[in-house]
Structure formats: C-alpha cells, structure tokens
C-alpha cells in the first residue's frame, strides 16, 4: 500500500490485515474477511459520525424552540474563547453547554433503546434470567419517566444537570445515552468533546431558528432523528 491510506479507516483495516501473519492470528480464519472490513467501517460510520450528528440536530432543534437557553449558551462561548477557536481545556469550561447536551440526550437518546443477550443464568434484581434470552432496556421510556424525573419529564429544562448527572438522576442509572457497564460505548468522551466544538463554532457564528416549514416528527431508523429534517433558519452574526 507504500503508506498510502494511513489516516483513514479502511487503509488502517486494509493495512492491519495485510500485515498480520497467521503465526501472530493463530489461524487465517482469524483474519478480517472482505465482510468483516465493510461491517467494521459501518460500524464506526454509525457510532462514530451518525450518533454525534443526530445529537447536535436535536440540541439545535431545541435551542431554536428556546432561544434564552440558546442566548444562555452563545454568551457561555464568547466568555471562554472570545475570538479564539475552541480548545480542549477550554471545553471543560463550558457547563451550560453540557447541561444543554445532557438534556437533548436525554429528551433525544442517539438509540431508543439497547440490547443485551445473555450468555449464561444471570440474576437481576429480584428476576433470573435463563441463559440465552435477549433483553431490550427502553432508553427513551426511562430518559422520560415521571417516576424518575418528575411530571416535567418531557420538557427541555437542561438546568436538571446543573450540578452534574449523579445529582439529577439520584446516583441511580437511569441516564445513559452511550449505554452502560462493561458494554457500554467507547467513544462518549470523544463524541462530547465534538459536538461542543461544533456547537461552539456554530453559537459564535450563527442565531438559529425554527423554518416555518419545520414539523417535529421524531422517528427511529437506527437512531432517533427527525423524519422529515430540522428546517433551521441561520442568521450569521456579523
């Protein structure tokens, strides 16, 4: 491949495999077959691009529908980086737009909900489980229970997280947008510290608003995203 294709994926899978000897693998069998690479690279197209867009739609949505937060936002980033581009130290600064992401995962989890299969009996709670069951968590009813977070559950009111998510959800886990235990995603703290520092960019340079022709109609299709798009009218800040 004479280094060519380093930086993406598919050349580091393409490049990997070659590479690899069956001494190092045990077996050929054990080496990515043609299927195995193009699974892989939607796989990290799914989680590592789709989840993180759909996410700053849904922030963006909502913002548009509250624009004080939106304004609470704007002011947050111009007092952390001013005229600077966003930098890493400078993300740990931004609480209110953390507390908007919490909040916009929780109203809107990337996946409805998560599945888990058990391998072997398994107690839980007060049930056990056979080996071999298949199990659903409903992400999106537990994000919206009244019984966890209150009769306002469904309205967008990011201060729940202002001091921090085991505060809001009583040190019990009934937030978990990238999943949770020894399963869960390995990509929350990068795909955060991306949608900050595209909402930042976006806050500095642009007001947002709700397209008269918007219609707010959420829908799964391997993530929660808006069935007919976010129409957003962008006004940019001179």
Request: aromatic share 10%; proline share 5%; charged share 20%.
């Amino acid at each position: 491949m004479n280094g060519e294709g380093d930086n993406d994926l598919l050349g580091i899978l393409l490049k990997s495999n070659l590479k690899a000897t069956d001494q190092e693998l045990g077996s050929k069998n054990k080496k990515l077959t043609v299927e195995d690479i193009i699974e892989e690279c939607k796989l990290f197209y799914l989680a590592g691009q789709e989840t993180t867009s759909v996410l700053l739609v849904w922030t963006m949505d909502l913002l548009s529908k509250h624009q004080k937060w939106q304004a609470l936002a704007r002011e947050e980033v111009l007092a952390v980086f001013g005229d600077n581009k966003p930098d890493f130290d400078g993300l740990h600064q931004l609480i209110t737009v953390t507390m908007i992401l919490n909040e916009a995962m929780r109203l809107y989890s990337p996946a409805a909900f998560l599945t888990r299969y058990t391998h072997k009996n398994t107690k839980l709670g007060g049930l056990v489980l056979p080996a071999g069951i298949e199990l659903m968590v409903p992400t999106i009813a537990i994000h919206h229970d009244p019984g966890i977070w209150g009769q306002d559950s469904k309205n967008f009111m990011p201060e729940r997280f202002s001091e921090g998510i085991v505060k809001a959800t009583k040190g019990q886990v009934t937030f978990f947008p990238f999943g949770g235990g020894p399963r869960i995603c390995i990509g929350p703290n990068f795909a955060l510290v991306e949608a900050k520092i595209a909402l930042a960019m976006i806050l500095k340079h642009f007001y947002f608003q709700l397209s008269p022709s918007y219609v707010h109609a959420p829908s799964f299709m391997l993530t929660v995203k808006p069935q007919h798009g976010a129409h957003l009218i962008l006004q940019k800040i001179f």
